[in-house]
């Protein structure tokens, strides 16, 4: 009994304390995206774009990227992992499973957060219009603006939502951070490749991934104070 207290007692302290993390997250991440947006436009970034764009180019081959030919395949299929197909699909699949097990207001809250970030999205590219880089080839298609990058808002939105959702279904601390370091670590690989494909700049992916982060842990504190008022299920190692 006294175990079961305590067990009550950590998870409440964690909830709490989990609680000001994502507040913290959001905030940073809204900063650094204003930041980075006021550099932007102001053309202070043109360089460290160019820079970083340069290179991931063989010197004078603005076509040819550095590294063996199997890396350039590799991120042009990681690239795909943040696209509108793969993470639409994903995000049913996940619903569709929610329901499944009565978990509908959660269900709800994952089709959300994607479905609110991706119009988000949508409207900062057209608020910004910001041109897709001409410097080097660009290796994939693309076609919309290109500030923020909504591969890189996106599937930080998708993945780490998920992420969150996965660990509050598993009591092991060890488990917590192996699904949360893999979420991060996807969603880095997704931003990345869309610079080595020459797609976006840098600062795109910078901001979609501070605006990402700061659009899921908003979500989650929804999630959290939703939960707390009976509005939302509970994580089913609290149900135990």
Do not use: C
Not at 195 to 212: C, E, I, Q, S
């Amino acid at each position: 009994m006294p175990r079961l207290i305590f067990q009550k007692l950590l998870r409440a302290a964690l909830s709490e304390i989990g609680a000001v993390f994502a507040v913290g997250v959001a905030a940073l991440g809204v900063l650094l995206f204003a930041l980075i947006a006021d550099e932007t436009l102001e053309g202070d970034t043109h360089d460290f774009d160019q820079m970083i764009l340069l290179a991931l180019r063989e010197p004078g081959e603005p076509g040819n990227p550095v590294g063996p030919w199997w890396l350039e395949q590799a991120f042009a299929d990681i690239t795909a992992l943040g696209g509108y197909t793969v993470l639409s699909l994903l995000v049913a699949g996940v619903a569709i499973y929610l329901v499944s097990i009565g978990k509908r207001a959660s269900a709800l809250l994952v089709v959300g957060a994607v479905a609110s970030g991706t119009l988000v999205s949508i409207l900062l590219k057209l608020g910004f219009d910001r041109p897709r880089p001409e410097l080097v080839a660009q290796l994939t298609h693309a076609q919309s603006s290109s500030f923020p990058s909504g591969h890189a808002m996106l599937s930080a939105i998708t993945y780490l939502t998920l992420g969150v959702l996965l660990a509050r279904v598993h009591g092991r601390r060890r488990t917590k951070i192996f699904v949360m370091s893999f979420a991060i670590g996807l969603t880095l690989l997704i931003g990345m490749s869309r610079v080595y494909l020459g797609v976006h700049w840098p600062t795109d992916v910078l901001a979609g991934w501070a605006l990402g982060a700061a659009w899921a842990a908003l979500w989650w504190l929804a999630a959290w104070w939703l939960q707390r008022r009976g509005g939302i299920e509970k994580p089913m190692e609290a149900e135990e």
